[in-house]
């Protein structure tokens, strides 16, 4: 078969601008869960973490006892009471 140019108006196979399989092997984006601990670990993260969790139980109705052992046994905080007491404090307002 003789070789043909290709001439401007031949069609040439349509190429989409993103293929499906692009935008499966890009990589994952992932963002922080506000439930992970933060990267410098140690008591701030778990500081954080806590307060999540003890706004959660006060809004689930857990006592003040309840939420601070919870905590206690959890978490590494230099003073869970005063966590819990901040928390309730402020869904009580």
């Known amino acids: 078969a003789p070789d043909r140019p290709i001439t401007a108006g031949a069609a040439a196979p349509a190429v989409p ?27 701030e993260g778990d500081a954080d973490s806590a307060r999540l969790v003890a706004l959660n139980m006060a809004l ?12 206690a046994e959890n978490f590494k905080l230099a003073d869970p009471l005063k966590l819990v007491d901040e928390v309730y404090a402020a869904i009580e307002a």
């Open 17 to 43: 601008s993103q293929s499906p399989e692009a935008v499966e092997s890009e990589p994952d984006v992932v963002s922080p869960s506000p439930l992970a601990p933060s990267g410098n670990g140690g008591e």
């Open 60 to 71: 689930g109705g857990e006592s003040r006892a309840d939420t601070e052992r919870y905590l």
